[in-house]
């Protein structure tokens, strides 16, 4: 940010400094918040804001990262872990201030950080979206905590990366900070990640498994579904019920009413029936499928899921009776992008590069129906994605006829995500499948990008 533009703003505690945008309101923060900044308010819209904090720390990287982390699910109502990566407030520099890149052509850090992504549940009842940066300098624990509308995560991104890195400590912690301020946690780490990065990586998949959770709906027989798609404008006999079990259900679930649809009963049906933008998750584990659907009616959204990642492989509750129902919810349209993520099982996960990223297409078929032979030259990280579940996933958004170029992963648990695609292979000059490890925060913002793409009739911009 140019000079021009920008306010630079002290610390409460004189600890930190930073710049902020010239429009951006910097505000006086609770004693434990250092600095905190908004951007002016707007009505009836989230206000994107930024609260950091510095606690005296002699401890991990790794163990900081698992104290914020646990903070963050703890203290948050409905806080989900949506990833966690690595990231550097500075950037590495050569002699000649030219920015140095590592192996894979990207920037290469400075020092050691972390990003953690988040959802949680704010005071007014919307679900929000934050990253905090965290990183150590100068003895101190330094976390920025940025939070946006769970849509416009994808507009600021930049700017609260450029706010967090114009960060600067002015001084050291002396005595009276550090009495009572002390982070103590220990981590586990993750061994694989450990060792292929060199550097200490704290174990992520309780978060992961905790992510997992679609949430509380109510529990619909597929003929249940199929026949609220129906009963528009349909006057239901008083004895009608008594012979026929799929409207006895419907009136137990509340969806029909004095032999009416409900007001919940007729938001389901229209949005089955007359929805413009239709999105389809189809995941599959060995040879069984399984399906999330959701139909968007304007500020709305149906949901409704079959068992997805959580119940499927990790074995998370469902229905105690019926496995094959389906879990309904109606949600705010700013909230498809949450459940997607849960139902998927996209959750924080160290993203390793495979030694063999190219493998034969039989060989990938094969160990998507279950076991198979290990791809020739594995290593430690492709034995350990090979050996885990997997739960294979495809996104379809469908609006007006016109389908939104779909996107297919696989799900490797711990190991994460991995998005699959063809390629032909340069040593071998063979078309295969091309396996190319990605973080669940782009994930995300691939949900809402396609989602808003089908909404508002524009192309995609995260392919």
Same mark, same amino acid.
């Given at each position: 940010?140019?000079?021009?533009?920008?306010?630079?703003?002290?610390?409460?505690?004189?600890?930190?400094?930073?710049?902020?945008?010239?429009?951006?309101?910097?505000?006086?923060?609770?004693?434990?918040?250092?600095?905190?900044?908004?951007?002016?308010?707007?009505?009836?819209?989230?206000?994107?804001?930024?609260?950091?904090?510095?606690?005296?720390?002699?401890?991990?990287?790794?163990?900081?990262?698992?104290?914020?982390?646990?903070?963050?699910?703890?203290?948050?109502?409905?806080?989900?872990?949506?990833?966690?990566?690595?990231?550097?407030?500075?950037?590495?520099?050569?002699?000649?201030?030219?920015?140095?890149?590592?192996?894979?052509?990207?920037?290469?850090?400075?020092?050691?950080?972390?990003?953690?992504?988040?959802?949680?549940?704010?005071?007014?009842?919307?679900?929000?979206?934050?990253?905090?940066?965290?990183?150590?300098?100068?003895?101190?624990?330094?976390?920025?905590?940025?939070?946006?509308?769970?849509?416009?995560?994808?507009?600021?991104?930049?700017?609260?990366?450029?706010?967090?890195?114009?960060?600067?400590?002015?001084?050291?912690?002396?005595?009276?900070?550090?009495?009572?301020?002390?982070?103590?946690?220990?981590?586990?780490?993750?061994?694989?990640?450990?060792?292929?990065?060199?550097?200490?990586?704290?174990?992520?998949?309780?978060?992961?498994?905790?992510?997992?959770?679609?949430?509380?709906?109510?529990?619909?027989?597929?003929?249940?579904?199929?026949?609220?798609?129906?009963?528009?404008?349909?006057?239901?006999?008083?004895?009608?019920?008594?012979?026929?079990?799929?409207?006895?259900?419907?009136?137990?679930?509340?969806?029909?009413?004095?032999?009416?649809?409900?007001?919940?009963?007729?938001?389901?049906?229209?949005?089955?029936?007359?929805?413009?933008?239709?999105?389809?998750?189809?995941?599959?584990?060995?040879?069984?499928?399984?399906?999330?659907?959701?139909?968007?009616?304007?500020?709305?959204?149906?949901?409704?899921?079959?068992?997805?990642?959580?119940?499927?492989?990790?074995?998370?509750?469902?229905?105690?009776?019926?496995?094959?129902?389906?879990?309904?919810?109606?949600?705010?349209?700013?909230?498809?992008?949450? @459940?997607?993520?849960?139902?998927? =099982? $996209? *959750?924080?996960?160290?993203? +390793?590069?495979?030694?063999?990223? %190219? /493998?034969?297409?039989?060989?990938?078929?094969?160990?998507?129906?279950?076991?198979?032979?290990?791809?020739?030259?594995?290593?430690?990280?492709?034995?350990?994605?090979?050996?885990?579940?997997?739960?294979?996933?495809?996104?379809?958004?469908?609006?007006?006829?016109?389908?939104?170029?779909?996107?297919?992963?696989?799900?490797?648990?711990?190991?994460?995500?991995?998005?699959?695609?063809? @390629?032909?292979?340069?040593?071998? =000059? $063979? *078309?295969?499948?091309?396996? +190319?490890?990605?973080?669940?925060? %782009? /994930?995300?913002?691939?949900?809402?990008?396609?989602?808003?793409?089908?909404?508002?009739?524009?192309?995609?911009?995260?392919?």
């Amino acid at each position: 940010m140019s000079a021009q533009s920008t306010t630079r703003v002290n610390g409460i505690g004189r600890v930190l400094t930073m710049e902020i945008p010239g429009t951006w309101v910097a505000a006086e923060p609770s004693p434990e918040v250092e600095l905190f900044a908004t951007m002016p308010p707007a009505e009836n819209e989230f206000t994107p804001n930024i609260a950091v904090t510095a606690l005296p720390y002699t401890g991990t990287l790794a163990d900081f990262s698992r104290k914020a982390m646990s903070s963050l699910a703890s203290d948050l109502r409905e806080g989900r872990i949506v990833n966690v990566d690595e990231w550097a407030q500075r950037i590495a520099v050569n002699d000649a201030d030219v920015v140095v890149e590592d192996e894979y052509g990207l920037p290469q850090a400075a020092h050691e950080g972390r990003l953690i992504e988040y959802t949680h549940r704010n005071p007014e009842g919307e679900t929000v979206y934050g990253v905090d940066y965290l990183y150590l300098e100068n003895g101190w624990a330094i976390q920025a905590s940025t939070t946006t509308s769970l849509p416009s995560r994808i507009i600021f991104d930049d700017a609260f990366q450029q706010i967090v890195r114009s960060i600067e400590v002015l001084r050291s912690p002396n005595r009276d900070d550090v009495e009572g301020r002390r982070i103590e946690i220990g981590s586990t780490l993750d061994r694989i990640a450990t060792a292929a990065e060199k550097v200490e990586r704290e174990e992520l998949f309780e978060e992961l498994a905790r992510s997992a959770s679609i949430g509380v709906g109510i529990w619909m027989t597929g003929e249940a579904l199929a026949r609220t798609s129906e009963l528009q404008d349909a006057v239901l006999g008083r004895l009608a019920a008594a012979s026929d079990p799929v409207l006895a259900e419907l009136i137990d679930l509340g969806i029909v009413e004095n032999g009416r649809l409900s007001a919940l009963g007729e938001l389901i049906s229209v949005a089955l029936t007359e929805s413009v933008v239709r999105v389809r998750l189809t995941g599959r584990f060995g040879d069984g499928e399984t399906m999330l659907q959701i139909f968007v009616l304007g500020p709305w959204a149906v949901v409704a899921a079959e068992q997805g990642y959580g119940p499927r492989v990790l074995n998370q509750p469902w229905h105690p009776d019926d496995p094959a129902r389906f879990n309904v919810q109606v949600l705010p349209v700013t909230e498809v992008t949450s @459940a997607m993520l849960r139902w998927a =099982g $996209a *959750g924080p996960a160290w993203n +390793l590069h495979l030694e063999v990223p %190219f /493998i034969p297409i039989p060989l990938f078929e094969e160990r998507l129906g279950g076991e198979a032979p290990l791809p020739e030259g594995a290593g430690p990280v492709t034995g350990a994605v090979w050996q885990n579940p997997w739960f294979s996933w495809g996104l379809d958004v469908e609006t007006n006829g016109e389908r939104v170029d779909p996107i297919h992963y696989v799900n490797a648990g711990d190991r994460g995500h991995y998005r699959i695609g063809l @390629a032909d292979n340069p040593v071998t =000059g $063979a *078309g295969e499948v091309l396996l +190319l490890p990605t973080d669940s925060g %782009f /994930i995300s913002r691939q949900f809402e990008d396609s989602l808003q793409a089908a909404i508002f009739g524009r192309p995609t911009v995260l392919s």
